[in-house]
């Protein structure tokens, strides 16, 4: 099983700033699979990024994602106020299909 | 636009039983995964189950293995989690979720449906 640690648990920043978020696995995640979601309280998770750096459908391209093999990033060039969530990364190379334990942005 | 909704969930006593359905439309694609995801109160994701199209690839979270059965009926567009042998940790909203294929990541949730395990 592979596992997915994310850093920082959270992250407290204001609107208009830089938002960099890490995801770590424990082992290789072939081919990008690694995707990223949102999710805000009281509803489901939304897509965010597939195969490491594509923005899903509807995304703004202030989200992007970078990284490979172990080590990903999620970043959020200007924060605006309905990106204030928590964010997961997972992986899809193999089943299981990890993952990790989430990163919350909140309003400094 | 795609639509996944949930259903089925409840209170439900330990060692006791529950069926979740998830019923799909408006898909543009034919062959596409189902999943279940499940999240306690507070707590983060995690991957339950899932099924391929044609339900030749089926695979289970440890945690679940031996008690949760994930089948689907493509003719009626719905996923089912049969749930035996429920615990109090299996206490979470269950979110159904749909990808293109197996290896691919999950691009529609549900709103979910709440499982509450308790006496």
């Known amino acids: 099983e592979i596992v997915l640690t994310q850093s920082p648990g959270t992250l407290s920043l204001s609107p208009g700033e830089r938002a960099t978020l890490s995801c770590r696995a424990s082992?290789?995640?072939?081919?990008?699979?690694l995707a990223w979601y949102q999710q805000k309280p009281g509803q489901a998770p939304r897509l965010l990024m597939f195969?490491?750096?594509y923005r899903a459908t509807g995304i703004p391209d202030r989200f992007s994602g970078s990284g490979s093999g172990t080590d990903f990033t999620l970043t959020i060039s200007r924060l605006e106020p309905e990106d204030f969530a928590v964010y997961y990364c997972?992986?899809?190379?193999?089943?299981?299909?990890?993952f990790g334990p989430g990163t919350k942005v909140d309003i400094k | 636009e795609v639509q996944l909704v949930e259903s089925g969930g409840g209170l439900v006593q330990p060692a006791g039983s529950l069926r979740l359905s998830c019923t799909a439309s408006?898909?543009?694609?034919?062959?596409?995964?189902l999943h279940w995801v499940r999240q306690a109160p507070g707590k983060g994701l995690e991957w339950v189950s899932g099924?391929?199209?044609?339900?030749?690839?089926?695979d289970y979270a440890d945690s679940v293995k031996g008690r949760f059965t994930i089948s689907r009926d493509n003719a009626k567009n719905s996923l089912y989690l049969q749930m035996n042998s429920l615990r109090a940790d299996d206490t979470a909203f269950y979110y159904c979720?749909?990808?293109?294929?197996?290896?691919?990541?999950?691009?529609?949730w549900g709103q979910g449906t709440l499982v509450t395990v308790s006496s």
């Open positions: 979720a749909k990808s293109s294929g197996w290896y691919y990541e999950f691009d529609s």
């Open positions: 408006a898909f543009t694609s034919d062959e596409y995964a």
């Open positions: 099924i391929s199209w044609d339900s030749g690839t089926i």
């Open positions: 082992q290789s995640v072939s081919s990008n699979y």
């Open positions: 195969g490491a750096s």
């Open positions: 997972q992986q899809y190379n193999s089943s299981p299909f990890t």
